[in-house]
């Protein structure tokens, strides 16, 4: 493919019409005339060899190729867009613009609500928007990474793309204070006997590895999709949760529930900053990686459990 005989405006043309299906409507979102959309729908079946939209009835739906192109014009857009909005210089107390994170909500919690801090006193024009990371990081990490500004992970879950480290944590375990089993110490045979509630994603692979390890499998009772949801699925019941240091401080007050330290040597949590190589040089994400960076150390400083 050679890039330089492609018009790179097609790209919105065919973006708008695969999301409108609608050649006027197309057209209406991107400030084109019909006849224009038109000339550019023509283009696009041109050179992929489909009518990318098929009239059915009184309305057009996708073809096959034009379903499979929807994802992938959007991601092309957005990188498109990224790419030119770099920047030689930037001034965060003059500058307007949104940055866009992907995170866990314990991400959020225990970093993101420092980074929107700092950035709030420095950065007064700078907006930061957190989204909860899908579950298709790990199949598709560069699609995803394509189009944000940085993803929030720890080490042992993605590899193969720029990172910078931001502070570590540590796994406890969460109990009733009323569990009628446990006392100050689990043991091992403990977490194989005893219903867990866990995280039902992947953030925390390194460590479910090491309980397989160990020859420990979690007798999974409840699973969910928010880790500040761990504290109130155990309180009253029998079941234990692993969860981040940090976190288990920031939510003690919010359920009767007391931390365990683990009957082994956890493996740490080292959570970083990922980002698109396309970034790495652009002088709006340097300062928002060194930004990340400083917070992090400060960090590194808040007394754990």
Do not use: C
Request: no cysteine.
């Amino acid at each position: 493919m050679n890039l330089a005989r492609l018009d790179l405006n097609l790209v919105v043309a065919l973006r708008a019409l695969l999301e409108e299906r609608n050649v006027t409507r197309a057209g209406q979102r991107v400030g084109l005339s019909q006849p224009a959309m038109s000339a550019a729908l023509a283009r696009l079946r041109r050179h992929f060899d489909d009518d990318l939209l098929a009239r059915v009835g009184g309305h057009y739906e996708l073809t096959a190729l034009g379903q499979v192109l929807l994802d992938r014009t959007s991601t092309a857009y957005d990188l498109l867009e990224r790419l030119f909005a770099s920047q030689a210089e930037f001034n965060p107390a003059e500058e307007k613009r949104e940055f866009k994170l992907i995170a866990s909500d314990y991400a959020i919690a225990v970093f993101g609500t420092e980074l929107a801090r700092v950035v709030h006193e420095e950065a007064p024009g700078i907006r930061l928007r957190f989204a909860q990371t899908p579950p298709t990081v790990v199949d598709d990490t560069a699609t995803l990474l394509s189009a944000t500004d940085g993803l929030l992970m720890p080490h042992g879950v993605i590899s193969d793309f720029p990172a910078t480290d931001l502070y570590e944590d540590r796994w406890v375990f969460l109990v009733a204070d009323d569990h009628p089993s446990v006392d100050d110490r689990l043991t091992r045979h403990d977490l194989a006997r005893l219903p867990w509630v866990t995280y039902q994603r992947t953030y925390d692979a390194p460590a479910v590895r090491q309980l397989g390890m160990l020859g420990i499998e979690p007798r999974v009772e409840v699973s969910v999709d928010s880790f500040q949801l761990l504290p109130l699925l155990v309180a009253g019941t029998r079941r234990v949760a692993l969860v981040q240091a940090r976190l288990a401080r920031l939510l003690g007050p919010l359920a009767p529930v007391r931390v365990v330290e683990p009957p082994y040597e956890a493996v740490p949590l080292r959570e970083a900053l990922w980002w698109h190589p396309v970034h790495t040089h652009d002088a709006a994400h340097i300062w928002l990686r060194e930004t990340a960076t400083r917070v992090g150390r400060r960090l590194a400083g808040v007394p754990e459990v």
